[in-house]
């Protein structure tokens, strides 16, 4: 063999390796809920260590880029991430989770005004690591305003507010999660949105509109240990909802509906995918995420609904229904997937041919085009959902 056809040769075989090496990094990316997809309640689903094994690299991190979407918001993102290394068997970093309340951290609009919160677990702590610089919590407005918790007959008392006479007016209400009590919950909420902020007398005539509103996590339904889907934070919206609008013979309005299926928490996620892509080597733009899910009215139907705002804004026309550039901005939206594909597992909420579980969407996501609640596939589990995406993919 002469040199000059050994260099041809050797360039032809670089040029074979380097081909295979550029295959190794993968176009697409994976989003996974956390509840019937990972676990239920704190317990392992079975296909899972197995599963993830095939997102792990000889260095035992990443190899596809991966971000964990939960409508939950009773935890930290650093706390969730432990649990999930700990459930999947490698480390998960805290910039791979999306809480139902992550997308909050940009609507800096509100960080600086005095805003009620709501939920359970660490929620000051949550709302400073968001970016709220002035909260107060349930219990904080019930102990200054004693005699409107009132429907507990143990807990009774007549005495007016406020108790501490510079306590703030509240200017918006923000959700993370269901509350413990939540009779209190909707008493005040509601006596804040007809007062304005400011429970002190009956009012007059009612505000409207009324003071921000600001809601994570829609799910009506989810899955734990019990054999019977719970109610979610979405039961709660809907009685305040109801409420509010039997009291006043008004809509109440949400400034924000965050959490899926909302728009704005997948396009979070998918800023959070090139992040993650980046950290592990990957430079290219990602084009395709596959979201994996177990409910039809969140996982399926957000994803869906992303995708559709992919494609009219690969069109050019941005997004007509959540008018998510004007909550958010125009940050980032240039490096955006070019599709978001459903995958529906059936080891949760959703269950192939049952009729316990009906469609059930948020009420300001309504009218729902049937084909948003279609998955674009439905598998056994996580499991399968990886098998499926790495060979629409081609990758392995």
Known sequence: MTIVSLLKRLSEVNRFYGTRHLSTKPKFGLLFDIDGVIVRGKTVLPPVPKA????????????????????????????????????IGYQVKEEQVVMAHSPLQMFKQFHEKQFLISGQGPIEDIAKELGFKKTVTIDELAKN??????????KRNPRCGPIDPDFPRIEGIVMFGEPKAWETSLQLMVDLLLTDGMPVASPLAIPYPHIPVLACNMDLLWVAEAPIPRFGHGAFLLCLENVYKKVTGKNMVYTALVGKPSEVTYHHANRMILNHAKSIGINHNIETIYAVGDNINTDVFGANLYDKYLARYANGKGSKSRSMETLIGNNGLKRCAKACISILVETGVHKRDSEFISEHSPRDFLPVEDALCKPAFIVNDVECAIDLAFKEEKFD
């Open 52 to 87: 993830f094994e095939r997102l792990r690299d000889s260095d035992g991190k990443f190899r596809v880029p991966t971000v964990f979407v939960t409508n939950s918001g009773n935890a930290l993102r650093s706390q969730k991430a432990k649990d999930l290394s700990k459930w």
């Open 145 to 154: 305003f004693p005699s409107l918790d009132y429907v507990d007959v143990a």
